[in-house]
């Protein structure tokens, strides 16, 4: 009588399929149009992960996605922006894990990393408390000596261009491209080139948002050699920039001027630098006269 063998199945070992860090752009994710990259290692020497080294047309490229969208993002009513900043944070929260690995892949120990985690959430829900509440806090009502009323409003600038906190992976992004468009702005941000990984699955999470596409756009790459591109384009409104060195500032200041930008310059670790003050950094006054009938008798407009 033939004995039947058992068969044994061997599972084969998964294969390490490594993650692709490209750049986003008017909500998807393109290569450079440079075909380049960069190889961004351990402080052991070992690999990471290849990261896009942008270029000028990407960047162009993200501007036009940006004006693009600014129109239609700014006519969003401020609740409704609120909401979506919300849901921005409730996405973050779900990938905790995700974040605390290349965080930590970057050097950064878990403790560090779940604490610029953790605050990097609040930021996202204290933005989004702000997106509806501005507005009042910082409208005025203006005496005047004519018949009219006088009143004065924030209003977003347009095109806001960053570069983001050199030293923060996941905190500095958020701080370079929210505070903009809360305020009704269309942003175009370049991620650390020190610890650039976070900012491209960040931009995971918000082509998962219900954030429009070409509200965000993020960029990785050499700030030396984009800085001047961020500083000259015509159709950009305002340049946000954080760790910028005096020489690199003039340089900025110099080229700025063709469109007259507005440019704030800020130091990372600045605790006396507020959200709400980066958000406002980024808003126009607008004022508004308004004919009144005169009171009779009364010498005043109201």
Not at 191 to 220: M, Q, R, Y
Not at 273 to 301: A, C, F, V
Request: hydrophobic share 45%.
């Amino acid at each position: 009588m033939a004995i039947k063998k058992k068969s044994v199945s061997v599972k084969a070992p998964n294969l390490l399929v490594n993650k692709t860090y490209k750049i986003f752009i008017n909500g998807a994710f393109p290569r450079s149009e440079s075909g380049r990259y960069t190889a961004l290692r351990s402080a052991d020497g070992l690999l990471i992960a290849n990261v896009c080294l942008s270029s000028r047309k990407d960047f162009r490229n993200a501007v036009a996605a940006a004006r693009a969208a600014q129109e239609s993002w700014q006519d969003r009513t401020a609740y409704n922006r609120s909401q979506i900043v919300y849901r921005i944070a409730e996405m973050l929260q779900q990938r905790e894990a995700l974040f605390i690995a290349e965080m930590t892949a970057m050097g950064y120990s878990e403790a560090q990393a779940g604490r610029e985690f953790s605050a990097s959430v609040d930021l996202l829900v204290h933005l989004s408390g702000w997106c509806d509440k501005y507005v009042q806090v910082y409208s005025a009502v203006n005496p005047v000596a004519s018949s009219h009323f006088n009143f004065s409003v924030p209003e977003p600038m347009g095109v806001v261009a960053a570069m983001a906190p050199i030293g923060t992976a996941l905190l500095g992004i958020i701080e370079a491209s929210l505070p903009a468009i809360c305020g009704g702005n269309t942003s175009v941000v370049l991620a650390s080139e020190k610890v650039p990984l976070c900012a491209v699955t960040f931009a995971e999470v918000l082509a998962t948002s219900d954030v429009p596409a070409g509200v965000v756009n993020i960029l990785t790459g050499s700030r030396a050699e984009l800085q001047s591109h961020f500083a000259s384009h015509m159709d950009v409104n305002a340049l946000l920039a954080w760790d910028v060195d005096h020489p690199s500032q003039v340089d900025i200041c110099r080229k700025a001027t063709d469109n007259v930008k507005r440019l704030c310059f800020y130091k990372s670790g600045d605790k006396s630098l507020q959200p709400i003050d980066i958000l406002m950094g980024l808003q126009e006054i607008k004022t508004t006269w308004h004919p009144i009938e005169s009171i009779k008798g009364s010498g005043s407009g109201y």
